[in-house]
């Protein structure tokens, strides 16, 4: 008993607290924040705006003179901030530098099925593939991430993906870097060599205790600006985070996955499953120090308990515009009376509706410019659902309806175990019998092992003769 206190009292057992503790494990070291590079390319005289990402591998020092062996897009981990809006017309060149084939998805896009970058939008090792397409959705956070069938959660975890910016002007923080913050959240295995080690933990896949922000352990930050924007993302391959201020202090939350809210919403604590996203307003008094901190809940396989970021507020603080009461948010989305309803059961951590991932089968075919519902089943522990192609609404978990700040357009949804979310989903009006979309659990062990769906967009009234099969070349 004693010694157990003894061990509380140095710190020594937050490595092994139990859940619903909430002694905070604290960071093996302290760095800066690294802010990804932000490009926002001029249109070229095409009109065109090119992005080039080279998928390359390097290294990376997460410990000061210890490098890993990394892989990253333009750098040795993560990629740069790709900023555009909505009209713009963008190409991506997407060159592979690595070992393996691959593929650079953008998550949350609203695009044509080829362009996606999906299983099937393979890239040879050396080969090149540029999608060129017109931004054309709302304002949000997306993100860019390969997604070759089997091999995700590896390429994932060694580095590659990066953040997405459709620019508002809703009249929110928007100086990227000073007051507007991407945060890109991983949690990975970094060895006392200072490798990052790639063990598998059962069920769920990679996971690990040291926290990385933008590829940064133990990230600091300094603000200067008495109203601060962070845009977080869950870049993680397994962990869910329930995310808040050590002092509790509450925030606005302006927009999740797919775009802002119609207000901002404060809370004190949101919860992140992979892939997901949030937008949130931070209000900072002059020389305030604030820890960012993931808090236990009752769904992850450790405690969950981490520090994330360690901010403090300058002495002098410039004075930000007030947060606006309205935002343009897009709103849940409407589904028609008598929609149709599909339903989902996630269950083990291989199947849904009791069948692995074929990327030769057709699952669903939707009618172009669909609004469905879409209900989703978690069997047994932890998952989420993610669809591609969409922008959807949660109408309920176990019937209960999101707070409000988990209300507007999302593209990925938690499903905490043994729940069912039921999903007002609006579909795109690009049609491709031939190239599908998936679906699945963003957990990225569960996707590779075959927890993931395929569905194709059709012209209305040709889904009964729409193939349901399609060819895979990979
Ligand atoms: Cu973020 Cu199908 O992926
Ligand atoms: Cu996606
Ligand atoms: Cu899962």
Same mark, same amino acid.
């Given at each position: ?7 509380? #009292? ?27 590079? /932000? ?5 070229? %005289?095409?009109? +065109?705006?090119?992005?080039? #990402? ?8 997460? /410990? ?18 790709? *900023? ?11 060159? &592979? ?19 996606? !970058? ?7 090792? !050396? ?16 993100? $860019? ?5 089997? =091999? ?6 060694? !580095? /590659? ?18 007051? @507007? ?15 990052? =080690? ?10 690990? @205790?040291?926290?990385?922000? &933008? ?16 845009? #977080?993302? &869950? ?11 050590? @002092? ?28 997901? *996203? ?6 900072? %008094? ?5 820890? #960012?901190?993931?808090? %236990?809940?009752? @769904?992850?396989?450790?405690?969950? &308990? ?19 009461? *309205? ?42 410019? %669909?609004? =469905?519902?879409? =209900? +989703? ?16 609404? +949660? ?43 998936? $679906? ?35």
């Amino acid at each position: 008993r004693s010694l157990l206190t003894l061990a509380v #009292l140095t710190g020594a057992a937050a490595a092994c607290a139990p859940t619903g503790s909430t002694e905070m494990r604290r960071p093996r070291a302290e760095n800066r924040l690294r802010i990804p590079p /932000l490009r926002d390319p001029r249109p070229g %005289a095409d009109g +065109v705006r090119r992005f080039p #990402l080279t998928l390359r591998t390097g290294h990376t020092e997460f /410990l000061t003179g210890k490098p890993a062996e990394t892989w990253g897009i333009n750098g040795s981990y993560l990629g740069p901030t790709l *900023r555009m809006r909505r009209g713009d017309l963008v190409a991506m060149d997407v060159r &592979n530098q690595l070992p393996q084939p691959s593929t650079l998805h953008w998550h949350g896009m609203r695009l044509p099925a080829r362009m996606d !970058g999906g299983p099937h939008q393979t890239i040879a090792t !050396g080969g090149t593939w540029s999608p060129q397409w017109r931004v054309d959705q709302p304002a949000a956070t997306l993100w $860019y991430h390969p997604h070759p069938h089997g =091999e995700t959660a590896d390429h994932v975890w060694r !580095g /590659l993906a990066g953040m997405i910016i459709i620019a508002d002007d809703a009249g929110l923080p928007a100086r990227y870097g000073h007051d @507007d913050i991407p945060l890109v959240i991983q949690d990975r295995v970094i060895g006392d060599d200072g490798e990052m =080690e790639h063990d598998k933990r059962p069920t769920f896949g990679l996971m690990g @205790d040291d926290i990385l922000v &933008n590829g940064t352990l133990g990230a600091q930050l300094e603000v200067y600006t008495t109203l601060v924007r962070f845009r #977080l993302l &869950n870049g993680s391959n397994a962990r869910v985070y329930h995310l808040g201020f050590a @002092d509790g202090r509450e925030f606005h939350v302006v927009a999740g996955d797919a775009g802002l809210l119609t207000a901002p919403a404060a809370t004190a604590r949101i919860t992140l499953s992979p892939g997901e *996203r949030a937008e949130i307003v931070v209000a900072f %008094a002059p020389g305030e120090p604030a820890v #960012l901190r993931g808090f %236990a809940g009752d @769904d992850d396989v450790d405690d969950g &308990n981490h520090q994330i970021l360690r901010i403090s507020a300058a002495a002098d603080l410039s004075r930000s515009p007030a947060l606006p009461d *309205r935002l343009p948010g897009a709103g849940p989305v409407a589904v028609p009376a008598g929609a149709r309803v599909r339903r989902f059961k996630l269950s083990g951590h291989d199947e849904i509706n009791d069948r692995e991932m074929d990327m030769n089968r057709v699952d669903e075919v939707v009618p172009a410019g %669909a609004r =469905e519902i879409w =209900e +989703v089943r978690n069997a047994v522990y932890a998952h989420n659902f993610h669809i591609h192609g969409v922008d959807f609404t +949660v109408l309920d978990v176990d019937g209960t309806p999101p707070p409000a700040w988990q209300a507007g357009r999302k593209d990925t949804v938690y499903l905490p175990p043994k729940k069912t979310a039921r999903l007002a989903v609006e579909f795109d009006r690009h049609t491709d019998a031939a190239t599908p979309y998936m $679906y699945h659990c963003h957990i990225l062990r569960h996707e590779d092992d075959g927890m993931m769906g395929q569905f194709t967009v059709v012209p209305p009234g040709t889904e009964s003769w729409a193939p349901r099969t399609v060819s895979h070349a990979g």
